[in-house]
């Protein structure tokens, strides 16, 4: 079992930046692929960023170059850097743990999520 605590959301202006931490409980989190979504209202829930257990990073193509995801395993915690905002970014965004079965991450395990505006 895996308890998840998001943080660090807020209010910017476009072209900003903020920075999301998630506080994971658990004595095997190292061994866990983690991903951060979004989800704005009247839209579906998107992946933003995922880490895997190596530490390797997979992106879209709608944060690619400004968000980054990392992770560390002696704190665990996972950061989302999101930086040049833009009011598309608005959104609940939630951290969530899994394990990688067959190319992908499948997650159980999810936060409350915290909320992130952007306002132009």
């Known amino acids: 079992q895996v308890q998840l605590v998001e943080s660090g959301g807020g209010s910017v202006q476009a072209g900003g930046s903020l920075r999301l931490s998630c506080a994971a409980s658990g004595h095997t989190y190292s061994s866990y692929c983690m991903g951060w979504f979004r989800q704005a209202p009247g839209k579906e829930r998107e992946g933003v960023a995922t880490i895997k257990s190596d530490g390797s990073t997979i992106y879209p193509d709608s944060v690619k170059g400004r968000f980054t995801i990392s992770r560390d395993n002696a704190k665990n915690t996972l950061t989302l850097q999101m930086n040049s905002l833009k009011p598309e970014d608005t959104a609940m965004y939630y951290c969530?743990?899994?394990?990688?079965?067959?190319?992908?991450?499948?997650?159980?395990?999810w936060g409350q999520g915290t909320q992130v505006t952007v306002s132009s």
């Open positions: 969530a743990a899994g394990r990688w079965y067959g190319g992908r991450c499948a997650y159980p395990y």
